[in-house]
């Protein structure tokens, strides 16, 4: 072996050596990581002190967040939260987009049908809250009767509620926009967990708020898990656990004052039944959430037409003040999302008009009429401004020069032709609107989504309800569009006077007939 391939050898030796440290040394980095299981845990972080956003804004803190990170310590687990709407917490399970969910979920005999829970972790309950000025005529749940109350949507508190009879229940997102809703003075009262509002009326702005009565139920939060998933022993193992070391309590006293209650193995609801799931109720509630979907439609239509012509005209008119207002309105409406417009108008105005003092709510179907039109006002004065000023200017002089005023060259020459150009947009307006209708279902408004969400939240079968909610949405926008068409055709002068021409001929024929 010369000198040059002893020196070849050796630096592919040396090579391979320093390959091979990188890679142990790539692995023995790595592996701890590979060893650590991730687990998705989705929780909804609007419910204090359970789960709330940080006070930095950085991430989640609550009594839970902090229990499931000790579960995830003591059963080697890496834990990663997911925020998501507690209604859409057990079907993220059921279809595994999660691997538990935290959040202050009652274990119940229906959930465990389709999900699987952990040992109870927390003994909670049921209260009344109502405000403080009516606090003599609300004592009890009898009380409750024929009284409007405000409750989270698919919580134990919605269920509680329906047994009421003669209530009006509004449902919405989580329990601090219910309790909101009590404080601002549009309903009775809110049937929630008792930890719960009793934390907002402590550490929140709900000092005209009160909890009545005694505790409404017993009732366990367990965490959830997909059905049959591994990780059930090992996060029983784990909240055994830190029963035992005293973290469990070390935890408890760090949100809660006092001794934490002794917790069952197993809860005892899961002795009971759980409810069916039917299809001709799915079909009767879509029914009616169909027909307030088409109500609010009409209205919002109506309304936001008559508005929309006003901005239009002041659009084009030649006072320039009346011109900047209403670009100013058609800016401000369709640069902002339609979402924010109903909460500014449904939240923000009543507390704004409370705040100085003054007695004011709104009623929902008023506040989602009103944000729609309002909305959709912008967006048609659009259409309709764009319209107007599409036909030629050479019409006006035409009219004009043969004497006809602004109002019978608007009436007789212009808009009709004008009309005509903005069937298209209209239509595709009208078909917008009637999705849009779905948002106002966040006030708690009980059109065609809610109706689904509300069936979703109590029977879980997801897939199967937005599918139906999803094809009577396509059902109402494939007739608007038809409508519309049909009124395009309808109104076009070419085809029409064709028809007139030969009536069974087609619109070809006719002009060829005409011509010669
Ligand atoms: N404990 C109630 C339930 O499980 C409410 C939970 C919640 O709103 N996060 O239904």
């Known amino acids: 072996m010369n000198k040059n391939s002893l020196q070849f050898w050796l630096r592919r030796i040396g090579l391979s050596a320093i390959a091979l440290l990188l890679a142990i040394g790539i692995h023995s980095y790595l592996s701890p990581l590979a060893a650590q299981e991730v687990l ?107 009284k409007k109350i405000a409750v989270a949507i698919g919580t134990t508190g919605a269920q509680e509620a329906q047994k009421i009879s003669g209530a009006e229940i509004s449902t919405f997102d989580n329990s601090a926009l219910a309790l909101q809703e009590l404080s601002n003075g549009r309903v009775d009262a809110v049937v ?93 509630n879509l029914f009616w959430g169909a027909l307030v979907t088409i109500m609010l439609t009409a209205l919002s239509v109506f309304f936001g037409t008559i508005g929309g012509t006003l901005l239009a005209v002041a659009s084009i008119s030649d006072f320039k003040p009346l011109t900047w207002l209403s670009r100013i309105y058609i800016d401000f409406f369709r640069g902002t999302p339609l979402l924010v417009q109903i909460f500014m108008i449904y939240f923000g105005i009543p507390s704004l008009i409370q705040s100085m003092g003054l007695d004011f709510s709104f009623n929902r179907l008023l506040a989602a009429v009103t944000a729609l039109s309002l909305n959709s006002a912008a967006y048609l004065a659009e259409i309709i401004r764009g319209g107007i000023q599409s036909i030629d200017i050479g019409q006006w002089e035409a009219s004009q020069s043969m004497g006809m005023s602004w109002r019978q060259t608007m009436r007789y020459v212009i808009f009709p032709q004008a009309f005509r150009r903005m069937l298209p947009p209209l239509g595709n307006e009208f078909i917008t609107l009637i999705k849009d209708t ?79």
């Open 438 to 516: 779905s948002l106002v279902a966040i006030i708690g408004f009980e059109e065609l989504f809610r109706q689904g969400q509300l069936m979703v939240a109590t029977t879980y079968r997801s897939f199967a309800i937005y599918t139906a909610v999803a094809l009577v949405y396509l059902l109402l926008t494939f007739i608007a569009s038809r409508v519309f068409s049909w009124l395009e055709k309808r109104l076009d002068p070419v085809k029409r006077a064709s028809k007139q021409a030969s009536p069974k001929g087609s619109a070809k024929t006719g002009i060829g007939e005409s011509l010669t």
């Open 40 to 146: 998705k845990v989705g929780t909804e972080p609007a419910f204090p002190p359970f789960e709330m956003q940080a006070p930095d804004g950085k991430g989640l803190t609550g009594f839970d967040i902090d229990l499931f990170r000790a579960i995830g310590e003591e059963a080697n687990l890496e834990i990663q939260f997911q925020s998501m709407p507690f209604d859409g917490l057990i079907p993220a399970l059921q279809s595994q987009t999660i691997n538990a969910a935290i959040s202050g979920m009652t274990i119940t005999a229906e959930r465990a049908q389709t999900v699987d829970f952990s040992r109870p972790y927390f003994q909670s309950g049921l209260a009344i809250a109502v405000r403080k000025d009516s606090k003599d005529e609300i004592k009890s749940f009898d009380d409750l009767e024929n």
């Open 192 to 284: 929630n967990d008792a930890p719960v509002t009793l934390y907002a009326i402590k550490v929140g702005n709900l000092n005209n708020v009160e909890v009545v009565g005694e505790l409404l139920t017993e009732e366990y939060y367990g965490i959830a898990l997909p059905k049959n998933s591994p990780n059930v022993e090992k996060v029983d193992d784990a909240i055994d656990e830190l029963l035992q070391s005293g973290r469990y309590r070390e935890l408890y006293q760090k949100w809660f004052a006092g001794e934490p209650a002794k917790l069952p193995l197993v809860a005892p609801a899961l002795k009971g039944e759980g409810a069916a799931f039917s299809w001709s109720q799915l079909f009767r």
